[in-house]
């Protein structure tokens, strides 16, 4: 139904930025008429968390350890997550993910589709 795709991450210094992006496709046939995007990341020994949410109505939503340095976007085809002002504590792997209808509140268990992961790595 969803085919999501990322490209990006990698290495940088405290401070630093990095862009990930998303490649995404729909199923024409689907029958939802709304999907919500998202941003997630999971550091070693711990779980899996929301970053930012993309409602298809516009809204967007951010974790607040990443108010006002991250930025989530999107275009026809891709999503993208505009990182600055990096931190040691943003290490670790990041992945897009999709569900149809809303994003509830960045629910992990309510999300049906995800990239493969893109590693993110902030050095003090």
């Known amino acids: 139904q969803v085919q999501l795709m990322e490209s990006g991450g990698g290495s940088v210094q405290t401070g630093g930025s990095l862009r990930l992006s998303c490649a995404y496709s729909y199923n024409p046939n689907s029958r939802y008429q709304r999907y919500c995007l998202a941003w997630f990341r999971q550091a070693p020994g711990k779980e899996r968390e929301g970053v930012s949410a993309l409602e298809s109505d516009g809204r967007i939503t951010y974790a607040d350890s990443v108010k006002g340095r991250f930025t989530i976007s999107k275009d026809r085809a891709t999503l993208y997550l505009q990182m600055d002002s990096l931190k040691p504590e943003d290490n670790a792997m990041y992945y897009c993910?999709?569900?149809?209808?809303?994003?509830?509140?960045?629910?992990?268990?309510?999300?049906?589709?995800w990239g493969q992961g893109a590693q993110v790595t902030v050095s003090s």
């Open positions: 993910a999709s569900k149809p209808g809303w994003c509830w509140n960045m629910d992990v268990s309510k999300f049906h589709y």
